[in-house]
């Protein structure tokens, strides 16, 4: 597609439940990030995957947040047993080489409310 | 570890005048990219201008360009003409030229209201 497409666009979770939500980068693009962006704040790292090498997760918050890109291209993030502060709006980025000069493209995002 | 201050939460400028949102940043690598991203209600993030820190020349793009001190530690974006589209989140960011990822670093970010 012409740019970084998620989905959902909204979720409405019962706190407890696990999500998952989907990321389709920009055809080509190496890099992909998740960023975790709450309410009136700036965007939060999680996590970065180079093709399918997930080569940095230490901004994932706990062990109920898993990312993957099995094939280097389409990510999903998934969140198990859902809490209240997890609500946030999730970004996804993708950039077309590793070694960028920082131009990330962001898609829209999937913003999670937890009830 | 990196820290990236935006002190103006809000701000309001009228159209077709100029406005300059501050940004601060904390780091002890010598080398590494500052950002300034803007993210209308819609929520996409958008790159507005860079700057690279080895680069002494400020960056500009059309209406858009930094005051980068390096030294100081200060890194403030200046938009001129402000147009109504121009109302949006303004992200100051930072990314280390070294390292296994490449990740932006956000401030908290500046509301900009351009009114008519």
């Known amino acids: 597609g012409a740019g970084v497409s998620q989905s959902p666009r909204y979720k409405v979770a019962k706190r407890g439940q696990d999500v998952a939500l989907r990321c389709d980068p920009i055809s080509g693009h190496v890099s992909l990030f998740w960023y975790q962006q709450a309410l009136g704040q700036g965007p939060e790292f999680l996590t970065y995957f180079q093709n399918e090498a997930q080569l940095d997760k230490s901004g994932l918050p706990s062990d109920r947040f898993f990312a993957e890109r099995p094939e280097g291209s389409v990510s999903t993030l998934k969140i198990q047993r859902t809490q209240q502060e997890d609500s946030a709006v999730y970004l996804c980025?993708?950039?077309?080489?590793?070694?960028?000069?920082?131009?990330?493209?962001f898609g829209e995002g999937s913003r999670l409310t937890v009830l | 570890a990196q820290t990236v201050t935006q002190s103006q939460p809000e701000m309001s400028v009228q159209e077709a005048e100029t406005v300059t949102l501050s940004c601060t940043y904390d780091?002890?690598?010598?080398?590494?990219?500052l950002f300034w991203y803007k993210q209308p209600p819609s929520r996409q993030m958008i790159l507005v201008i860079r700057?690279?820190?080895?680069?002494?020349q400020n960056a500009t793009e059309n209406r858009f360009s930094v005051n980068f001190q390096k030294a100081a530690k200060s890194f403030s974006l200046k938009i001129s003409d402000s147009q109504l589209g121009d109302t949006a989140m303004y992200f100051c960011a930072f990314m280390k030229q070294s390292g296994a990822t490449n990740k932006l670093i956000f401030g908290t970010g500046t509301l900009l209201a351009v009114q008519p």
């Open positions: 700057q690279e820190a080895y680069k002494q």
């Open positions: 780091t002890s690598e010598n080398n590494y990219y």
């Open positions: 980025a993708s950039s077309l080489e590793r070694s960028n000069t920082g131009e990330l493209f």
